[in-house]
């Protein structure tokens, strides 16, 4: 089983509503490591795949 998230759902969404505005990634140093949010509008169509969920974590 995998270790939870070092951030909340609420701080995640936030952080990935900012991302999506500003069109960027964002890294967050956490005690368990790098967490990297990055929102769809920032990743190019030739890289999505169709069986990727979207919007979930």
């Known amino acids: 089983m995998g270790k939870p998230l070092a951030i909340t759902e609420k701080q ?3 952080l990935l509503r ?3 505005k500003q069109n960027a990634v964002i ?3 956490t ?3 790098l967490v990297r ?3 769809s509008s920032v990743v190019r ?3 999505k795949r169709q069986d990727d969920v979207v ?3």
Do not use: K
Request: hydrophobic content about 40%; glycine content about 10%; cysteine-free.
């Open 12 to 14: 995640a969404t936030t």
């Open 18 to 20: 900012a991302a999506e």
């Open 27 to 29: 890294e967050v140093q």
């Open 31 to 33: 005690p368990m490591g």
């Open 37 to 39: 949010l990055i929102p």
């Open 45 to 47: 169509e030739s890289e």
């Open 55 to 57: 919007g979930h974590f």
